[in-house]
């Protein structure tokens, strides 16, 4: 085994975790070829094979070996990972303490008893708690800069794992929101200015700003406005001409907590928005899972 490194383990397992070799060498930013290499070399050192051979060609589906030695590498990653993570709260000026970011969309809208739960899973350890917007939150995570991260959205890096907590829907809010399109929440139908909420998962952004280019001008021909903090959100919903597009637990907990009158409703079609508890790759092994999912998020 002394031949198998950590590079070796996580070409293996981004195989069988892909189900495709082209996709696992994209993931770890390798070759193909240089893939099939470090497969091959993993093959003789342990003198079998691991993958189902069609003739001689390797197919992805694991031999029973393969089944086997593919949870072992996965337990020697986890603990791996975890050791990592010590290594990183040694000296060095560095605190104990663990740290969990929240996306600004979100930060408000937090149930205490999510967090109060999420905070005695850690056996009286401080967690600090800082709100951070969504793509700098991401590059902390990569950088395994920090211990956990509320985020909305897939982030596509094999350095995190992500925990699915829950589904939100992005909305249409404003003074009154029904009367901002031929068709209550369908942007391909609206009749008055909408700006976007910033800091929401780009793959949902984009799915607005298509929607938003097919309805009538001027949305078509000129770019969407961006909205940045809460502070502009709240004065753009005192106005009965434009609209905002947001996450339903931020216009919520706006509602909630302000005078400012306003509508939402969802925007049809829906989009949808998962909101997950980002880890560092191997970290989420250590949490009672059930618990996050079981006590509401919002």
Same mark, same amino acid.
């Given at each position: 085994?002394?031949?198998?490194?950590?590079?070796?383990?996580?070409?293996?397992?981004?195989?069988?975790?892909?189900?495709?070799?082209?996709?696992?060498?994209?993931?770890?930013?390798?070759?193909?070829?240089?893939?099939?290499?470090?497969?091959?070399?993993?093959?003789?050192?342990?003198?079998?094979?691991?993958?189902?051979?069609?003739?001689?060609?390797?197919?992805?589906?694991?031999?029973?070996?393969?089944?086997?030695?593919?949870?072992?590498?996965?337990?020697?990653?986890?603990?791996?990972?975890?050791?990592?993570?010590?290594?990183?709260?040694?000296?060095?000026?560095?605190?104990? *303490?663990?740290?969990?970011?929240?996306? &600004?969309?979100?930060?408000?809208?937090?149930? @205490?008893?999510? %967090? #109060?739960?999420?905070? +005695?899973?850690?056996?009286?350890?401080?967690?600090?708690?800082?709100?951070?917007?969504?793509?700098?939150?991401?590059?902390?995570?990569?950088?395994?800069?920090?211990?956990?991260?509320?985020?909305?959205?897939?982030?596509?890096?094999?350095?995190?794992?992500?925990?699915?907590?829950?589904?939100?829907?992005?909305?249409?809010?404003?003074?009154?929101?029904?009367?901002?399109?031929?068709?209550?929440?369908?942007?391909?139908?609206?009749?008055?200015?909408?700006?976007?909420?910033?800091?929401?998962?780009?793959?949902?952004?984009?799915?607005?700003?298509?929607?938003?280019?097919?309805?009538?001008?001027?949305?078509?021909?000129?770019?969407?406005?961006?909205?940045?903090?809460?502070? *502009?959100?709240?004065?753009?919903?005192? &106005?009965?001409?434009?609209?905002?597009?947001? @996450?339903?637990? %931020? #216009?919520?907990?706006? +509602?909630?907590?302000?005078?400012?009158?306003?509508?939402?409703?969802?925007?049809?079609?829906?989009?949808?928005?998962?909101?997950?508890?980002?880890?560092?790759?191997?970290?989420?092994?250590?949490?009672?899972?059930?618990?996050?999912?079981?006590?509401?998020?919002?």
């Amino acid at each position: 085994m002394t031949n198998i490194s950590i590079k070796k383990i996580r070409v293996f397992l981004a195989a069988v975790e892909e189900k495709s070799f082209t996709r696992a060498a994209l993931r770890e930013n390798i070759s193909q070829p240089a893939a099939s290499i470090i497969i091959n070399q993993i093959e003789e050192e342990l003198n079998t094979e691991l993958f189902m051979r069609q003739g001689n060609t390797r197919k992805s589906q694991l031999t029973p070996i393969g089944v086997e030695v593919a949870e072992t590498f996965s337990q020697i990653m986890i603990s791996y990972n975890s050791e990592i993570e010590k290594a990183y709260n040694i000296p060095l000026g560095k605190t104990k *303490a663990k740290e969990l970011l929240i996306q &600004s969309a979100y930060a408000d809208a937090i149930s @205490p008893d999510w %967090l #109060a739960a999420f905070f +005695a899973m850690h056996n009286g350890d401080h967690i600090n708690v800082r709100v951070l917007d969504r793509a700098g939150i991401i590059e902390l995570l990569k950088e395994r800069k920090t211990n956990y991260a509320i985020v909305d959205g897939a982030i596509e890096d094999s350095r995190v794992e992500q925990i699915t907590l829950l589904q939100t829907n992005l909305q249409l809010a404003a003074y009154d929101a029904k009367a901002l399109s031929t068709e209550p929440g369908h942007l391909e139908g609206l009749n008055a200015d909408v700006v976007l909420y910033h800091d929401i998962d780009p793959t949902g952004l984009q799915r607005v700003k298509a929607a938003l280019r097919k309805s009538p001008a001027p949305f078509s021909s000129t770019d969407v406005k961006i909205l940045q903090g809460q502070a *502009a959100l709240i004065s753009v919903l005192t &106005s009965s001409e434009r609209g905002v597009v947001l @996450p339903a637990p %931020l #216009a919520q907990k706006i +509602a909630a907590t302000n005078e400012t009158r306003f509508d939402s409703i969802d925007i049809q079609p829906t989009i949808g928005l998962d909101v997950t508890l980002a880890l560092p790759w191997g970290a989420g092994s250590r949490l009672d899972q059930s618990i996050l999912r079981d006590i509401s998020l919002f």
